[in-house]
């Protein structure tokens, strides 16, 4: 019934180039000479990105203003430069209390503000270092005016702060089973650590453990003027932006902050295999990361960022090239070489297919090596530094960007010309450059190997990679996992047989002839409703509502099927009848103690809180899935499958709960569906009939 369900959801989801001949010709008789050399390349230009002013409001407020009258229009980002906190058992709460900043203040509501800014054709934005907000010229007074109430009087209403966090659930949910993001918050901690505010990673548990009251808190001990800056950047002088900061910003009280030490990060001493496991994952995530020593502005900055575009920073670099262009295992392999005023990162990665995982890890390890080994030759250096300059020059268009290198100039303490001259630093780095950083920055013998995919496909093929030759397994949040000993003699028929009892026992389990369901979700398309019809020995309807409108019916009567939708009937493929012959059977689990499944009991995981027994199950046409089985209550908790759909391989997770009985057989009354949707849907048990009759209809294939 539950593969049902999802089998109807599915359904629903359902530079030419032409030249004359003569002037060929009159070409091939030209002197082709001037081919064979070059033209030197020209002095790297000096950027005129504005010099800008600075000046301090009594508050220790220091304000930056750069003028641009291009166009009638000026930006403001008040910066706060806080100290980065660990927020321990609430990760999260700091980007919330940023968020909360412009949802109500003790003037205005949100909706006021939202109108206001609507209204003069503005933006603003909030986050836990501040605003950025950007109008007309003649309406920055307006624009000010909410600025200043935001920053200085946000009322953080319990109403606002539940519904942010409802959102942030959702957010959450959505990515939790993402790889990438799996990768992203494990290489955080492996990195930085847990006991470093970079290695915090925001869960649910974490979110709600967040409060309205530590959103406050943090917003009166860190919004301090006297470790803040405001930048502006347009269409105004300095005089008149002097005049705007005192009159909106000039009453904003100093205070003392309290100053933070954070742990120093090192790169590990060895190669060390770190892996997550995605059951059914068809694709591995590499992520070869470690943290490194850079700091904003430093000497090395520059000749890093060369490096990184040559190695990983376009598509044209060399991970690219051999990955993607030459082997043909990736969409794309990129790199990233990261400065930080605490602690930088280094980061290589790709997501590439099951069976070339090993492959893929040799041939990063080999890019990283050769980096460090040998020169780059002058021709390919020069592309790169091309690259670097264009991507500049294009930055500059932007007013956030002429901000950003304004705020960086007198947080870092940076030279007046650090910016106007960042062409000329491009132009000057050299292959022994490209070396010496490489050396310094490189490490692929003591970096993580952290990849995120399907264990049981490809974790013994890493071993190799890990300089002591073990894997260290993590959960999707970084926690480390054991593997957890099976029961001595326990076999996946012992636990198959003890699910079938505890949802009933076999003997009333093969009474059931016809079973009814209807199970309704809310979706972005509006209320979901799926009623299915089963009938012994593997007849089936399925019925997709979207607000009480049938948009689509799959009928299976035992031996042809047919999809209607929009009111054109399609006949099911060869297939499709086979993969609903397999799965409208009911309770298909009484059918793996048969000879026609393959079923393997391959190990105990933690499922939403709760070990469960992983059971591997191949079906008699050769798909495969992962079930886990509740070790404590024998109940099916999950099933994950890959499924092909829109041109493209997913892994499509099932989580089953809140087991009641229905004429006694235990029925799961909700089901969340991931992985085929941008977001999860969950599905409640609106109705459950067992053994009511069903008219010989509802199965007609017409």
């Not at 890890?361 to 670097?388: D, G, H, I, P, S």
């Not at 949040?477 to 076999?506: H, R, W």
């Not at 089953?656 to 569906?673: F, L, N, R, S």
């Amino acid at each position: 019934m539950k593969r049902i369900l999802f089998l109807g959801l599915t359904a629903l989801l359902a530079l030419t180039m032409c030249t004359p001949k003569t002037v060929q010709k009159a070409q091939q008789s030209t002197d082709q000479s001037f081919r064979k050399q070059p033209p030197a390349p020209l002095p790297a230009p000096k950027i005129e990105i504005g010099s800008h002013e600075q000046f301090q409001l009594g508050n220790g407020l220091k304000v930056i203003v750069v003028e641009n009258h291009k166009l009638p229009q000026v930006s403001f980002q008040v910066f706060v430069d806080a100290p980065d906190v660990h927020e321990g058992e609430a990760a999260g709460f700091i980007d919330m209390a940023g968020t909360m900043l412009s949802r109500g203040t003790a003037n205005r509501s949100k909706g006021q503000i939202d109108e206001a800014i609507d209204f003069m054709g503005a933006s603003l934005s909030t986050s836990a270092s501040g605003l950025f907000g950007t109008a007309l010229t003649k309406h920055v007074d307006g624009l000010l005016d909410i600025m200043s109430d935001v920053l200085l009087h946000p009322s953080f209403p319990q109403e606002e702060f539940d519904k942010l966090k409802t959102q942030t659930l959702s957010g959450l949910a959505a990515s939790k089973d993402d790889p990438n993001t799996i990768a992203e918050n494990v290489g955080r901690v492996l990195r930085y650590g847990k006991d470093h505010p970079y290695g915090n990673v925001q869960t649910e548990e974490s979110t709600g453990n967040a409060t309205v009251e530590l959103c406050q808190t943090y917003y009166q001990t860190y919004f301090k003027p006297n470790i803040s800056y405001l930048v502006v950047v347009g269409d105004i002088t300095a005089d008149k932006a002097k005049m705007l900061a005192e009159k909106y910003f000039g009453s904003w009280k100093k205070g003392d902050v309290p100053q933070v030490q954070q742990p120093k990060p090192g790169k590990p001493d060895e190669a060390k295999v770190a892996f997550v496991d995605k059951a059914g994952a068809v694709q591995s995530v590499i992520n070869i990361t470690y943290p490194i020593d850079l700091k904003p502005g430093a000497p090395d900055v520059v000749k890093a960022s060369v490096l990184n575009t040559l190695l990983g920073g376009y598509f044209r670099s060399r991970l690219n090239n051999n990955l993607r262009e030459d082997k043909g295992y990736t969409y794309g392999a990129r790199s990233t070489i990261s400065s930080d005023r605490l602690v930088g990162e280094f980061r290589a990665y790709a997501s590439v297919r099951n069976e070339v995982t090993d492959s893929s890890m040799v041939e990063f390890l080999k890019e990283l090596n050769r980096v460090r080994t040998e020169k780059v030759a002058a021709e390919e250096l020069n592309l790169v530094k091309n690259y670097v300059s264009g991507n500049f020059a294009l930055a500059l268009e932007s007013p956030q960007t002429i901000a950003r290198f304004a705020l960086n100039t007198v947080r870092y303490n940076l030279p007046d010309d650090y910016y106007s001259t960042y062409l000329e630093k491009v132009a000057s780095v050299t292959a022994d450059d490209i070396l010496a950083m490489a050396q310094k920055y490189v490490h692929p013998a003591k970096a993580y190997l952290l990849v995120v995919g399907n264990k049981k496909a490809v974790a013994d093929k890493l071993v190799q990679f890990d300089a002591n030759g073990e894997i260290d397994n993590y959960d999707y949040f970084g926690n480390p996992v054991s593997d957890l000993a099976l029961p001595e003699g326990l076999t996946a028929q012992n636990v198959i047989s003890d699910y079938l009892n505890a949802i009933g026992g076999k003997e009333k389990l093969m009474q059931v002839k016809t079973l009814k369901t209807v199970m309704s979700a809310e979706s972005p398309m509006g209320n979901l409703a799926i009623t299915t019809y089963l009938q012994a020995p593997n007849s089936v309807c399925n019925e997709v509502a979207v607000n009480g409108n049938i948009m689509q019916k799959q009928v299976f009567d035992g031996k042809q099927g047919q999809t209607v939708a929009m009111g054109q009937k399609m006949p099911m493929t060869p297939e499709e009848v086979a993969e609903m012959k397999e799965n409208a059977q009911f309770f298909k689990e009484m059918a793996y103690l048969g000879d026609d499944y393959q079923i393997e009991l391959s190990g105990i995981e933690m499922i939403n809180g709760q070990k469960a027994y992983r059971i591997d199950v191949v079906s008699p046409s050769g798909s495969e899935s992962t079930e886990y089985y509740a070790m404590e209550t024998s109940f099916k908790v999950r099933e994950s499958s890959t499924q092909e759909g829109g041109g493209q391989t997913v892994t499509v997770t099932q989580d089953y709960a809140d087991y009641k009985e229905v004429d006694g057989v235990k029925i799961p009354h909700q089901m969340t569906i991931s992985g085929m949707m941008p977001v999860p849907m969950t599905f409640d048990l609106q109705e459950a009939k067992v053994n009511a009759e069903i008219s010989a209809d509802v199965f007609k294939v017409q």
